[in-house]
């Protein structure tokens, strides 16, 4: 495994296992708000393996999530329990195809906005031409690494989520 994906996990697990201590949750109910299996939490809280993105979006949303923040090889997640339902039963409550819907388009909408091409993202994320395609258009579920090379792709240095809608920054 490379250098950049190991860290982002290192980062991914560290996060994640202090804020579930942070709520009292165990992992087996980390698990069951975000429908996945325990050895699931378990194996991202040891930074053994990557997730899906919808995973990764089930899993900070049962921690009350509400925002991510982007830097070199690192995601430091956002919380506000003061108005954060724990966990976020709104964003659970959204078909995973829908989540992806909306995030391909948010991403496609930033892309343009920037003028930059496919051809142009794919160069700088280092992905495949198809997969950043594919993942624009909500017919792909991406792991949350080649998530975090698309949105670095696009300068997002902030990630919001408000209403189940995602604002980049």
Same mark, same amino acid.
């Given at each position: 495994?490379?250098?950049? @994906?190991?860290?982002?996990?290192?980062?991914?697990?560290?996060?994640?296992?202090?804020?579930?201590?942070?709520?009292?949750?165990? @992992? $087996?109910?980390?698990?069951?708000?975000? =429908?996945?299996? /325990?050895?699931?939490?378990?194996?991202?809280?040891?930074?053994?393996?990557?997730?899906?993105?919808?995973?990764?979006?089930?899993?900070?949303?049962?921690?009350?999530?509400?925002?991510?923040?982007?830097?070199?090889?690192?995601?430091?997640?956002?919380?506000?329990?003061?108005?954060?339902?724990? /966990?976020?039963?709104?964003?659970?409550?959204?078909?995973?195809? $829908?989540?992806?819907?909306?995030?391909?388009?948010?991403?496609?909408?930033?892309?343009?906005?920037? &003028?930059? =091409?496919?051809?142009?993202?794919?160069?700088?994320?280092?992905?495949?031409?198809?997969?950043?395609?594919? &993942?624009?258009?909500?017919?792909?579920?991406?792991?949350?690494?080649?998530?975090?090379?698309?949105?670095?792709?696009?300068?997002?240095?902030?990630?919001? $989520?408000?209403?189940?809608?995602?604002?980049?920054?």
């Amino acid at each position: 495994m490379d250098y950049k @994906r190991q860290t982002y996990l290192d980062t991914l697990a560290d996060e994640l296992k202090t804020r579930r201590k942070f709520c009292g949750f165990s @992992r $087996e109910e980390v698990a069951f708000y975000a =429908t996945l299996h /325990p050895n699931t939490i378990s194996v991202i809280e040891r930074a053994e393996r990557d997730v899906s993105i919808l995973s990764l979006i089930k899993i900070v949303s049962a921690l009350g999530c509400c925002g991510l923040k982007i830097d070199q090889g690192q995601y430091h997640i956002t919380f506000t329990d003061s108005f954060v339902e724990i /966990p976020r039963r709104d964003l659970l409550s959204i078909r995973d195809s $829908e989540l992806i819907r909306r995030i391909g388009e948010t991403v496609r909408a930033r892309r343009e906005s920037l &003028s930059m =091409t496919l051809e142009d993202m794919a160069g700088v994320s280092g992905l495949h031409l198809n997969t950043v395609w594919n &993942s624009e258009r909500g017919l792909v579920v991406a792991d949350g690494y080649s998530m975090y090379r698309i949105y670095q792709s696009l300068n997002v240095s902030e990630l919001l $989520e408000d209403g189940g809608t995602l604002l980049f920054k």
